[in-house]
């Protein structure tokens, strides 16, 4: 049986670069989530591999997961926060998590891929 998805007619994301709201077309969050997908393929990222997303924005979050997904791959989101601090506690805890993940890959930053995806290889 195929499994149809709806979308609505735009998304609207609000952070702290864009206090006011971004309005994203489905088109194009599909097409942002597309190249993600694509150069994980292109990349490393078999089906079923893990990757952990360290991102700060929900549209880079959003298109990441969709990306991963239609890439066949697994995901974490990591807390924005976890880490940044450099406290010992942060960096145990994002230590901890990686010890039980084991992703093969980190999107971090503001994954950008248009044109290209900010991601960083994990020696695993």
């Known amino acids: 049986m195929a499994m149809g998805i709806t979308l609505s007619r735009s998304f609207c994301f609000v952070g702290r670069n864009t206090p006011d709201g971004m309005t994203v077309e489905p088109d194009a969050l599909l097409a942002y989530a597309g190249t993600i997908a694509a150069s994980l393929r292109s990349g490393r990222i078999a089906r079923g591999d893990r990757v952990a997303l360290w991102l700060s924005s929900g549209l880079d979050q959003v298109a990441a997961a969709l990306g991963c997904w239609m890439a ?7 807390p924005s926060f976890a880490g940044r601090s450099g406290s010992e506690r942060a960096v145990g805890r994002l230590q901890e998590v990686f010890g039980v ?3 093969k890959l980190l999107i971090e930053g503001r994954a950008d891929p248009l044109p290209a995806v900010a991601t960083k290889g994990l020696d695993r």
Request: charged fraction near 0%; include cysteine.
């Open 72 to 78: 066949g791959a697994a995901f974490c989101v990591l």
């Open 101 to 103: 993940l084991q992703p």
